[in-house]
């Protein structure tokens, strides 16, 4: 697979968006996705193996340098930025305090609690 041209403007809007959406770090992202992962009897397997999806590889993304993306990152990039999007813009009338709108952005890496 060839590794896309990381001098492309449109590369470079996509790494600023994503990381400007991707607002939690990727330490506070693989506790949030390793908490998700676990279950009462603990971890169905390796953590590392259950962690959620696509938040495992969003995390990966955050542990690269943009010239070590693949061009499969730069899909789960761009489907990470638009998901945050959409849930962003259909905002639950009790905000922030829906647990459920919450967990699926804090999924994707975003804390809409945390001022941006």
Do not use: C
Request: aromatic share 6%; hydrophobic share 35%; glycine share 8%.
């Amino acid at each position: 697979m060839p590794t896309p041209d990381r001098t492309d403007p449109e590369v470079n809007e996509l790494w600023d968006d994503f990381h400007a959406y991707v607002n939690v770090d990727s330490g506070q992202l693989r506790n949030w996705l390793l908490v998700r992962a676990s279950n009462e009897d603990g971890f169905p397997g390796p953590p590392e193996q259950t962690m959620p999806q696509p938040g495992g590889a969003i995390l990966d993304i955050l542990g690269r340098r943009k010239v070590d993306l693949t061009d499969g990152d730069l899909d789960v990039m761009r489907t990470t930025v638009d998901q945050i999007q959409d849930l962003l813009a259909d905002r639950p009338a009790n905000g922030a305090t829906d647990d459920r709108w919450r967990h699926a952005l804090l999924d994707l890496g975003h804390d809409p609690l945390r001022a941006t």
